[in-house]
């Protein structure tokens, strides 16, 4: 399901600037991915009245399902939960690329949310004046070139939090002179032919453990080469609470929802016992997996160094990356490299590991607002200098809230959660009769330090660690944390006081 540029230059839903003649909305949605598609979902059912647009600058929705496309890419996160609260979820708990893209396609065709979404369309900038109360969106159409300038009374930001056209490579030693091919998954050839070929793969997360099972029976062989280890949760791809429910022939609705509760139960408890008794969590981890290799294997390769969740776990449908480790078809080496060869990679150990073709499968390059150049009033915005409030809205930043999800539950937990937190903060807005709301520190928070955005401690992928520079600061008060705690904030979000001195309405 996708839209003609041609056919959605205007939309029913815009009114006309007064001071520019551009296209007006109350609302600008960017991207449309699981976030932005849930936005335009909660506006519809919530805000009816409200006047919104979707920028999405690929051909179509999906964001990371569209963009990704490499053997074998799947959810990591249950479809029950990262799936919408109000869209029940049929499938097995992981999903492919292809089964969430049409998820997504059935909610955008049941809702009529087509009609909002204007694909091909990149953002380039994003200025607010609080002369008019708007922000002033400058984009092109990427089929043309034409340039095209929209204002809205408020920015979702839903682009997501890395930049979708590379992924991050380190720079080794010695690149140039390797002979073979070097891929990164985010950027998939798709002629890539591995057919009886040597395949490295560099990295341990998730996408790692997605493509080495996908690649492995056409290889030659398959070695995954990592610095250090990652934990990884093997479980049946099914979920035997929900079976029960349909053989009991349950209305969907409610298996959805039952299946949903039970697991966020489990997965709470899981979070709890990481934090209170890490050394039992890794433990019981490390032995799910030992379960699944063979009596004599090696297990300090998966025997992280770090406490359970303190990086994300990578779920693992049926062991399917232990299978191959244990057929012979795929190992595991735990090594740094030192540099490059014309044959592989030379490592600290003086091992040179020979490849075909070599995986970079290394993480994301963080992009906190997709590229976008800001300004407020004039003024360049450096998020750095801002202070994050509830890890969605940014002091000195009028009109604009920004979904960043969970790292230890799903990112659709948090997206679904802060579309209602907007829809009632529109609400309220129009019921005072303002057209301006910016988060600010209050007097009582004058002598409040300033942190970076995530303490190391709670989280520290590198992909994070690389970018924290770039990122808001925040507080040690909850309000001014992105504390990364679901089980804390579907209690807490609802019930923020939305007349709290935190917000300054104009």
């Known amino acids: 399901m996708t839209a003609n540029a041609d056919e959605i230059r205007t939309s029913p839903d815009a009114s006309a600037d007064a001071s520019t003649g551009a296209e007006h909305f109350d609302v600008l949605i960017v991207g449309a991915g699981i976030s932005g598609i849930g936005a335009a979902y909660h506006l519809t059912d919530q805000c009816p009245d409200k006047r919104f647009v979707v920028l999405e600058g690929k051909e179509s929705f999906g964001g990371t399902w569209l963009t990704h496309t490499y053997p074998g890419v799947r959810s990591d996160s249950?479809?029950?939960?990262?799936?919408?609260?109000?869209k029940p979820w049929t499938g097995p708990p992981i999903a492919t690329a292809e089964e969430i893209l049409r998820?997504?396609?059935?909610?955008?065709?049941?809702?009529?949310?087509?009609?909002?979404?204007?694909?091909?369309?990149?953002?380039?900038?994003?200025?607010?004046?609080?002369?008019?109360?708007?922000?002033?969106?400058?984009?092109?159409?990427?089929?043309?070139?034409?340039?095209?300038?929209?204002?809205?009374?408020?920015?979702?930001?839903?682009?997501?939090?890395?930049?979708?056209?590379?992924?991050?490579?380190?720079?080794?030693?010695?690149?140039?002179?390797?002979?073979?091919?070097?891929?990164?998954?985010?950027?998939?050839?798709?002629?890539?032919?591995?057919?009886?070929?040597?395949?490295?793969v560099i990295g341990s997360g998730a996408t790692a453990a997605t493509v080495i099972p996908a690649m492995a029976e056409d290889c030659e062989h398959i070695t995954m080469l990592q610095r250090s280890p990652t934990y990884f949760i093997p479980a049946s791809n099914r979920n035997e609470l929900?079976?029960?429910?349909?053989?009991?022939?349950?209305?969907?609705?409610?298996?959805?929802?039952?299946?949903?509760?039970?697991?966020?139960?489990?997965?709470?408890?899981?979070?709890?016992?990481?934090?209170?008794?890490?050394?039992?969590?890794?433990?019981?981890?490390?032995?799910?997996?030992?379960?699944?290799?063979?009596?004599?294997?090696?297990?300090?390769?998966?025997?992280?160094?770090?406490?359970?969740?303190?990086?994300?776990?990578?779920?693992?449908?049926?062991?399917?990356?232990?299978?191959?480790?244990?057929?012979?078809?795929?190992?595991?080496?735990?090594?740094e490299i030192v540099r490059f060869t014309k044959k592989g990679v030379l490592l600290a150990s003086g091992e040179e590991l020979e490849a075909d073709i070599i995986v970079t499968a290394t993480g994301f390059d963080l992009c906190i607002f997709g590229d976008i150049e800001f300004e407020i009033d004039g003024a360049p915005l450096d998020l750095a200098d801002t202070v994050t409030y509830h890890g969605m809205m940014f002091t000195g930043v009028p009109n604009l809230l920004w979904v960043f999800g969970y790292f230890r539950a799903s990112w659709t937990l948090r997206a679904d959660l802060l579309s209602d937190f907007v829809c009632r903060l529109l609400k309220h807005m129009d019921a005072k009769g303002v057209s301006r709301v910016t988060p600010r520190l209050r007097e009582e928070d004058a002598d409040m330090p300033l942190l970076p955005w995530m303490d190391e401690d709670n989280f520290n992928p590198n992909y994070l660690m690389r970018s924290m520079h770039l990122l808001p600061k925040r507080g040690n008060k909850p309000e001014w944390q992105h504390t990364q705690d679901y089980w804390t904030e579907r209690e807490t979000i609802p019930a923020i006081d939305l007349d709290d001195e935190a917000f300054e309405y104009v």
């Open 242 to 335: 929900a079976d029960q429910l349909r053989e009991l022939e349950v209305d969907e609705a409610w298996v959805h929802e039952i299946t949903r509760r039970k697991i966020l139960k489990d997965q709470e408890e899981m979070v709890r016992v990481c934090r209170e008794m890490p050394d039992i969590a890794a433990k019981e981890l490390i032995e799910g997996v030992r379960a699944h290799l063979p009596p004599d294997f090696d297990m300090r390769h998966f025997t992280p160094s770090y406490r359970p969740w303190q990086q994300r776990a990578a779920f693992v449908p049926d062991g399917d990356i232990f299978q191959g480790i244990a057929s012979g078809k795929a190992s595991v080496v735990t090594d």
């Open 78 to 86: 249950d479809l029950y939960t990262f799936g919408y609260r109000f």
């Open 103 to 200: 998820y997504m396609g059935e909610v955008i065709e049941e809702n009529d949310l087509d009609r909002h979404i204007r694909y091909g369309h990149h953002i380039d900038r994003a200025t607010w004046s609080s002369e008019t109360n708007r922000w002033t969106i400058e984009a092109h159409r990427k089929d043309t070139g034409e340039p095209v300038r929209l204002t809205a009374n408020f920015l979702w930001m839903c682009q997501g939090y890395y930049r979708h056209s590379r992924g991050y490579t380190p720079d080794w030693e010695g690149m140039d002179d390797f002979e073979g091919q070097i891929v990164h998954p985010q950027t998939w050839p798709e002629d890539l032919d591995y057919a009886g070929k040597r395949v490295l």
